[in-house]
């Protein structure tokens, strides 16, 4: 047997008060797809930045190839044949694909030279690409493959991928996939981190599980069952979300006709969009990122007007009230983005429960703050949603990403609402978090409220939805059952590929 | 290598110490800035910061401190709101002349009838010249997305030259031999903001201002304008989600700004100032920004912030007279404490790290 491409061994990073990596140890064959699984705080993060050679190891060392590999920035761990597709990419909306890619190279070659380069590596590896194309134009999908095309054109021998499917629509995952698979057929080696255990199924030669920074197991994913895989990330068995009944009442949200222009440059239109939401309802909509749900959900809490009949809340329109006005009335929403949107990222957890729940946890009155109370409600919802912190006066700011997202989705459930739009409810929460919300907004639901779900996770919606709707370039297509629902007509709902097709089989 | 971290929350403690650590460093620097004009540079500061409380004087200067400190105070904490939702108001002083011309207006259309209703109506007068200047860069703002700072700027030179015109035309004093000025409303008993208690300089306008400082900290902390405000300003996306209207903030602030501005100058014209004049305005409306930021845009702060400025310009002019510093010396040494004020706010929010860079 050849040596690996990559061995770790004993890797260990500590920051002041948590052991990030603790003796992380194993190897990545050539030609492997292997898999880094595990929770939010894991270390895979601090793990990846290692080997990309952001962040120095405490102790331990790595070998490439058999000889030391001790990269101390990301140009010498690119100059060894590591490349690495972040989850956010850093691309500039207002350039061109080929000027984006020129910018994160070393020595960039003439921009046509480069233009045609472009071309042939995005063709050969089934990700078409025009590098004459505004980046601000693209869609999701398309931006990734800039970021993968980039990677590519420095002919990598291991590819890291941080969460690559999570803007991507079922079709572009398999192109994608078929990208990968050509790539490991070449002996290029991919480190794949992911959440989704299914696709780590699919796609994955080996795995590593890692929990609270220490490697846990070490599985065959083609083998195990995504069920063993998750409880082994989170150390304790899982349940699944689950509701009673399913009984539906009385419309109480309809939307007719509703429009509204871009709110901001690079926005969407929303176009035309129909819909009927009864009590006790869940609605899951679906849609590759961009695609309006945004848009819907500000035209949905207030933060957008659009014409009075446009929305109808138990038969009242409701298209010009603001937001204080429909919270009132119990039509509230939690916003995708936790920082700076649905939380003021400077302010404590009980100003943030101020922030929304004023009109209906009666914490404001006569225009004077009820300090106290908002403490007591703030206190509430650490407690019910497990929310870990120092307590109600920490910043919002010093809280993760899920505790965060925990705090912001149980602020609004616990005011009880009558109609709830969330927006991405578990994205970027670990596992066990995200079926606590889940199981939270279901209760929701089961006790007569109507929601809305919007969300980029097709095995949520799926599993919490009663029916199931798409956004695709500001329109929402007509909602269907979501039991027995296949991931082909889903596929077919969000607008197939949005015009990218797969050149894979074609040349 | 010394390099700035960001903290992973503001410092509480360097919130309170800035302003302190400024004051010490303005000393320093403008103490070495004495001496290379070739003066004693402690008796400079001493003359500065001492003698007009305590020197041989200050009998006499002591009063002009809540005099001067009263419309600096009173303008910073207006103008401290609208800072603090991210609305830049700079054209206090503009709104400070507009409140003096109205509230003047007023009082010299009822001259000379005496009747204890002329008072209270320049006051409403002064507010509200204050409140309609203010509007002008608000409405714009609101309707067009024009830049508050700009418009507002521009229209103290507009202000500047209506009080001119009113001084020598409209609101001349018919009885003043053709220089320019209105009548002298302190000698007018019925429109007179004289002192509450004689020869402390405590006139009306020094207890609202002080009325402002208790009110604005209860509207800071307790009231719902207060968290909406800081909410504007830390976040401005979250405020809207919050159920804040961006148009209606920009308007009540640049109201309450421009209204407390109006009365400043309602409250100076009618009493030390007594006349309006060509040259009425010496700058309270600019001197109140960096009275807002020395106080950290906190009430109780503007409250120690503006006796501290008023201290320097009365031991400015004072050390002026005595040791024949320049003018241009004192201001420089004015605006040293904002610099330095601004340079070490970088504290509160990073903290220096020696050592090799590490990319987290």
Redesign the interface.
Known sequence: MTTPLLELSGLTKAYPGVVANSEVSFDIARGEVHALLGENGAGKSTLVKTIYG???PDAGHMRLDGKPFAPT?PCAARASGVAMVFQHFSLFDAMSVAENVALGMEEPPALNRLAQQIREVSNAYGLPLDPDRIVGDLSAGERQRVEIVRCLLQEPRLLIMDEPTSVLTPQEVNILFETLRKLRAEGVSILYISHKLEEIRTICDSATILRHGRVVGKCDPKTTAARDMAEQMVGATLSTPSRASGRTGEVVLELSGLAAPAPRAFGTALRDIDLELRAGEVLGIGGVAGNGQDELAMAL?G?MAVAPGMIRFKGREIGRE???AR?HMGLL?A?E?RM????????SLT?NA???A??REDL?RH???R?GRAKGFAERVIERFDVRTPGPGT?A??LSGGNLQKFVIGREIMQRPEVLVVNQPTWGVDAAAAATIRQALLDLAEAGAALIVISQDLDELMEISDRFAALNGGTLSASRPAQGLGIDEIGMMLGGAHDMAPAHGEG | MIRLERRPEPSRAWTIATPFVAVALTMLAGGLMFAVLGKDPVEAIRTIFWDPLFGDFASYSRPQLLVKAGPLILIAIGLSLGFRAGIWNIGAEGQYILGAIFAAATGLAFYPAESWLVFPAMILAGALGGILWAMIPALLKVRFGTNEVLVSLMLVYVAEALLASMALGLLRNPEGMGFPGSRNLAQYPSAANLDLIPGTGLHWGVALALIAVIVGQVVMTRHQLGFRVRLAGQSPRAAVFGGVNPGWLIVVCMGISGGLAGLAGMFEVAGPAGRLGIDFNVGYGFTAIIVAFLGRLNPIGILLAGLLMALTYIGGELAQLQMNLPLAAIQMFQGMLLFFLLAVDVLTAFRFRMGRRVVA
């Open positions: 952001l962040v120095q920035e809490s933060e603001g937001v204080t919270r929403c916003p983005e700076g949107h649905a939380a003021a990222p400077d302010m100003e101020l922030l929304t004023g009109p404001v225009g004077f703050l300090w910043a700011r010093a």
